[in-house]
């Protein structure tokens, strides 16, 4: 990704699109391409009103590597609803919320376009995140009343998560691993706890059920690279490429639901989406 910082010189004035054109030097439609994809930001907030005339505001421009593809969420990908939430399959490689460069190539944006056509008046937000290379499911409000109660359920961790992850064959002296250890993110330091199973040995490669007891960023990739042998694809704690897959797949949920008072388990069981093949 590229950043441009743009600031007109005092008493300037001109049109946003003109601005992106000239200094970021790109052509017509790509500069209203960068608007409308949520890449420009005056003054700290997304625009994408092409017409905007500039002044005084500092005008930043995240220039993505590849182009942004809006997401449209295929329904079949959403594995419960009910009056009151969702929870959907988001696929490797999709961003779960916006980013500086766009607000329109993720899991959250695809939500809301599924609201919009279902007429319902609220704009969501993801309860709980996954990163960008691994898949799984997604919880998603319907109301705010709702978002906070959801949002309460995993603070509290009443929310019982299991994932599959897959890595080489590698020197295996258990079966089962309680991982309790310090992460760090971003100058902040958390107890996190994971606990590990070893499920599977095909086509040397290794399977395990990982059972979060805490829910850090990067903690299941972390816990990997440091204790065990690094996710298959993982290229930020492993040698991989950024195309590889990385097969990390949370695909289980369990908890008591926040107005009916059931326990609710639910799971994605496709196989082929966490297989390794020849």
Known sequence: MKRYYIQLKKGGKNSLLYIIKDHVKVNNELAKKLIEQGSVWVNKVRTKDINFVVTDQLITVYYPEKPV?????????????DDYFIIAYKEPGLNTCQTPMSDLDCMTHGILKYYMSKKIKYEPSAINRLDMPAQ??????????????????FKQRNVRK???????????????FLIKDTLEWKGKYQEAASYIKFIKEENNYFYFTVYPLTGRTHQIRKHFANYLKPIWGDCLYGKYKTSDEMKLFCWYYKFRHPVTGEIKEVMHLDKNRICMKD
């Open 136 to 153: 799984g499911l997604l919880f998603f409000a319907k109301s705010k009343s709702m978002e906070t109660a959801l949002h309460n359920l």
């Open 162 to 176: 299991l994932y599959t992850a897959v890595t080489p064959k590698f020197e295996l002296e258990k079966n089962e």
């Open 69 to 81: 593809n809006e997401y449209t969420l295929d329904e079949k990908n959403i594995i419960y609803e």
